[in-house]
């Protein structure tokens, strides 16, 4: 097998949560040019439909479904809807998240739940109902769980104690899923952006965009296609022997 055959995503079937805007987006559109079979859910049907038209433009025909994944009881219909339309799943895409902006003295009970819920515990019942439903039978499935940076260090000018306890429980779930499902063919691995423009850091961005070019070794934000590499290289053969690691994608920022 060439190396450029290591990449190609054809044939394979790919979900990927808060898959509507932003780095979920960003994500769904590198598989897809990449071969594979595309699924995005999110909250918002418009959102969704605004998607599924850039896709389109892209080339890529993506399956759309309104899902909120912080409601267990949401998960099993995803699924099903996912499977029932192309017969399976390979590469589960664990996108969807929030946060919250509070000093952690005054961080709100249910804004900390809130984020908790989806960004940790819907990392682990996305997880388990495409293992459950796909993965475990196939003997092989490829799990991508996008956490962040805040897993890996503390940002000194943010107050936002529930996204960095969430993320980095979602880092170490990474770990304990690769060691768990390793057997049944399952690689898990992590993703960890660094600041990239979006609907969700719009607001931390416009006060601290300066300061945190500053002191990324390669002087600049994430852009419209820097996670579509890492993305499709963890989604792919290329990185079959690759299972229970994160690759952060910061400008070097997490290292400064």
Known sequence: MGVRDLFELKGRVALITGGSRGLGLQI??????????????????????QAKLHLASQGIDALTVVNDLSKPEQVPMLVET???HFGSINILVNNAGTSWGAAAERHPLDAWNKVMALNATGVLIASQEVANRCFIPQRAGNIIVVASV???????????AAYYASKAAAMHLTRALAVEWGP??????????????SKMSRAVLETITPAVIERTPLGRLGGDTDLMGA????ASDASRHVTGQYIAVDGGASIT
């Open 150 to 160: 805040a897993a890996l260090r503390i940002g000194e000018n943010m107050k936002a």
């Open 82 to 84: 996912v499977v029932k």
């Open 184 to 197: 049944y063919g399952i690689r898990v691995n992590a993703i960890c952006p660094g600041f990239f423009p």
């Open 231 to 234: 993305a499709v290289y963890l």
């Open 28 to 49: 769904a559109q590198g598989l897809g040019e990449m071969g594979a079979s595309i699924a995005i859910s999110a909250r918002k049907a418009a959102e969704l439909e």
